[in-house]
């Protein structure tokens, strides 16, 4: 048991959440004597976040569930700069159309894991263009501007990582940093901001943001990064051959979101099962505990409890229903993802490596390739050996479509339109 006597340190430091905080003891004292309001930033780089993004969202919702107030920062005004944290080149430059087009579908994913509407502490959404777009330049350089040095600044690793490498770092790149801590001291002044959280990649930028706050307004400001987490093979998370793995359903379907948790590899069940669902730690000890194919079962939990809060939980009871019947029972669901091709394209037959390609199940037709040799691609569960076959109305099943696999697991509905 932690030594720390608030239930929200607890939660944190038990599931693995806490990498770094500036003052672990002091912060604990406020969780455990006050409500806390704490944010977290996300930059509108995409219609929707990835699951990279969502140890973070659990914390704030971990922080709404035991009494405290989270704010989700919407970076309307930063994402026009784009982050240069240990990135090797500049961002694409978005435009606000295009930014204000991001930000409508990543508010959605938000509606899913935190409280807006309840009458006592409700969660907070907050959009930083709203005081970042209207600065004016020589003010914020004498006000803001004067409390940073370059020296220091040239220091982040953030920094010399892109220095280091002789990748150009812009001037509109650089005052990202400070930005973001203006940020910290703005939420502060509209909503009692006391506390950011973030990767650990973000630990630089957040102590600009508790260094500012007390020069500029004499107060206390506090830090606590989440470790930047990887599987256990080293792939980064929220990753795969094909693409993010979004969190919005109209991005990536539910199915295949449970499929991706259901395929955790099983180094990491119990520590995603403590990081990104809510089962009580004795049952998330029990379920790590078992071994040979009952981890499976584990696995399943697993993708049906993040699921369900991504998604709901009749989507998520769909998707695993979806599974079983195609896995255990050999059914052709209906609920598997679907792609449509043209029914006129498709009368001629469209070429094998083609179809696997289109449907998104290999990235290339070398790999299609490659996969045939293995024995790893199917078309209606019976093997592909001829890389040039064609697939046509001859392969509709009696349900009007062709179902093509990757392996085991992997398997997308093909429909002629």
């Known amino acids: ?76 005004g930063t994402t026009r700069i784009g982050d240069p944290s240990f990135k090797d080149e500049a961002r694409k430059l978005l435009t606000d159309e295009m930014i204000d087009e991001n930000l409508v579908g990543i508010r959605k994913v938000f509606a899913n ?32 501007g004067r409390h940073f040095s370059v020296n220091r600044m040239l220091s982040f690793d953030s920094v010399k990582l892109r220095l280091d490498r002789e990748q150009s770092l812009s001037f509109l790149e650089f005052n990202y940093m400070i930005l973001q801590a203006y940020d910290f001291v703005e939420l502060n002044q509209r909503y009692n901001v006391t506390l950011q959280m973030g990767g650990s990649d973000q630990w630089g930028n957040i102590v600009n943001g508790i260094e500012l706050g007390h020069r500029m307004l004499d107060k206390q400001f506090y830090a606590l990064t989440t470790p930047l987490l990887t599987t256990s093979s080293g792939a980064k998370m929220g990753k795969t051959a094909n693409g993010a793995v979004w969190l919005n359903a109209d991005m990536l379907g539910s199915y295949e979101f449970w499929q991706f948790w259901r395929n955790t590899e099983d180094g990491d069940v119990e ?9 009580p730690m004795g049952e998330i000890a029990r379920l790590a505990a078992l071994g040979g194919s009952e981890i499976n079962d584990a696995k399943k939990i697993l993708a049906t409890e993040v699921t369900a809060l991504a998604h709901g939980r009749a989507a998520a009871d769909e998707a695993a229903e979806t599974a079983r019947r195609t896995f255990e029972e050999g059914a052709l669901a209906e609920n ?22 289109q449907a998104g199940l290999v990235a290339s037709n070398g790999e299609a390739r490659r996969q045939i040799k293995g024995g790893g691609l199917r078309v209606n569960d019976q093997a592909v050996t001829d890389e040039k076959v064609l697939v046509g109305p001859d392969a509709l099943t009696s349900e009007g479509v062709v179902k093509l696999s990757l392996g085991r697991k992997k398997h997308i509905l093909v429909r002629p339109l």
């Not at 959009?127 to 350089?141: K, T």
């Not at 520590?271 to 669902?277: A, E, H, V």
């Open 336 to 357: 598997l993802p679907t792609i449509e091709v043209a029914a006129s394209e498709f009368a001629n037959g469209l070429g094998v490596l083609s179809l696997f390609v």
């Open 271 to 279: 520590r995603f099962l403590k990081l990104y669902t809510e089962l």
């Open 1 to 76: 048991m932690s030594a720390f006597k608030s239930e929200l340190m607890q939660i944190l430091t038990e599931r693995g959440f806490v990498h770094q905080c500036s003052d672990g003891e002091g912060l604990d004292r406020r969780f455990a004597t006050e409500t806390v309001t704490g944010y977290i930033g996300f930059d509108a780089t995409a219609k929707s976040l990835h699951v990279g993004s969502l140890m973070q969202i659990m914390m704030l919702r971990w922080m709404q569930k035991t009494g405290h107030r989270p704010l989700a920062l919407m970076g309307g």
């Open 113 to 144: 894991y935190l409280d807006f509407d309840r009458a006592e502490r409700p969660a907070i959404m907050a959009n930083n263009a709203e005081w970042l777009n209207g600065l004016q330049y020589i003010d914020f350089l004498r006000d803001v």
